[in-house]
């Protein structure tokens, strides 16, 4: 194996303010000669490589803007310089140039991803501008990768400082929750038989109650948050007249918090007064072991929920799944239904089969006389709205 020639041409001046390094690729030393003077006169630093088989080496590290190479050479051709430079420095267009240019050849150039194809004799004019050309397109896809760099990292900074933000704001709606208790009324007497807790804050970025429970998801502070909300719930359970039961909402990933289950945690001491009442945020699908945990929630003392019965597949699907002692019925039912038939037809429905099944009913959203009025004709059991007390901190009488 020969070995190969490298020349290299001399830099006169600092490499900055050369127009482009460019590396010329050809077997006929004469050519290659005359295309260096050629580039050279107009601005640009040129290495020359007459063995293309030491393409390898020199391809390491960032040292070219543009290569061009001919097509036809003895060892490494031109298209096995343009995948060389592919797999070393893909980012390098590459120009091929050719003395016996045929469609078959022009079109493997573009194919195989050739910057441009030329045919010799190439005038010095167009050699000069197809390489000043090579040379800024790669420089824009340089800087275009380097900005893309930049964002992203800036991105990710970004959304890290968020994170941190949202976890300051978090802590602070924590340490100023409390719990609002709205009451669930008998239709019979019309008296208090429960109160549901709902979760508040005086931190006014997470004041609704949503944005509350969104940050601690995106923060995987669910713990957290439910922890606190069934401690309090517990100590105010002390000040609620024997006899009355208290409404928790738990998010389907609290099922699976094992603080739920001790039998020493504040809530299970209490848990005979206390229903339990799950939301589908998240699928119920998604929590391992549902029924034997359904069971050692139900073993404490606890009774089960289930919300937005009536709102169409989930609360069925919840239905299903938990076997519950009390079913909620979906405030899109109740909205209007003393002049809606095919609304009053559904909460009978649903208020007769659950009776038969021995489970208690509650209808929630009531704001006028006339919803309550027909409800309780319709037999449901308890009723849950404006209309009977806004949710406050105290246990405020309906």
Request: proline content about 5%; overall charge negative; charged content about 30%.
């Amino acid at each position: 194996m020969s070995v190969p020639k490298l020349v290299c041409l001399p830099v006169p001046r600092p490499a900055e303010s050369w127009r482009g390094r460019v590396l010329l690729v050809d077997d006929d030393a004469q050519l290659l000669h005359a295309w260096r003077r050629v580039l050279r006169t107009a601005g640009f630093a040129v290495e020359i490589l007459e063995d293309s088989l030491a393409l390898a080496a020199l391809l390491r590290g960032d040292k070219f803007e543009a290569v061009v190479t001919d097509i036809r050479m003895a060892g490494l051709d031109g298209f096995g310089v343009l995948r060389a430079v592919r797999e070393a420095a893909p980012e390098v267009p590459v120009v091929l140039a050719t003395g016996s240019a045929d469609l078959r050849s022009a079109i493997q150039a573009v194919e195989a991803g050739a910057f441009r194809y030329l045919q010799k004799p190439v005038g010095a004019k167009e050699l000069a501008d197809t390489v000043g050309e090579a040379v800024r397109m790669h420089r824009m896809s340089r800087a275009r990768e380097e900005a893309f760099r930049v964002v992203g990292e800036e991105t990710v900074q970004a959304r890290a400082r968020a994170r941190i933000e949202l976890g300051e704001i978090f802590d602070r709606a924590l340490e100023q929750r409390y719990m609002a208790y709205q009451p669930m009324c008998d239709r019979k007497t019309g008296e208090p038989w429960a109160y549901e807790a709902l979760l508040r804050t005086a931190e006014p970025q997470l004041a609704r109650p949503l944005d509350f429970l969104a940050a601690a998801e995106d923060l995987d502070r669910l713990v957290d948050l439910g922890r606190a909300v069934r401690n309090d719930v517990a100590f105010a359970l002390a000040r609620i007249p024997e006899g009355r039961s208290v409404f928790v909402n738990l998010h389907p990933l609290d099922l699976q918090d094992e603080d739920l289950y001790d039998h020493a945690a504040p809530l299970s001491r209490v848990a005979p007064r206390v229903v339990l009442e799950i939301t589908e945020r998240a699928s119920l699908a998604d929590v391992p072991e549902l029924s034997s945990r359904l069971e050692r929630l139900r073993a404490l003392g606890f009774r089960i929920a289930v919300d937005d019965l009536g709102a169409g597949f989930a609360g069925l699907a919840s239905f299903a799944r938990l076997r519950p002692e009390v079913v909620k019925i979906d405030m899109s039912l109740v909205r209007g239904v003393e002049s809606d038939p095919v609304r009053q037809k559904l909460v009978d429905s649903i208020t007769h089969a659950s009776h038969d099944l021995g489970i208690l009913v509650v209808a929630e959203g009531i704001e006028s006389a006339a919803e309550r009025d027909v409800l309780a004709a319709l037999e449901v059991d308890l009723l849950q709205g404006y209309l009977f007390g806004r949710p406050e901190r105290a246990f405020a009488a309906p």
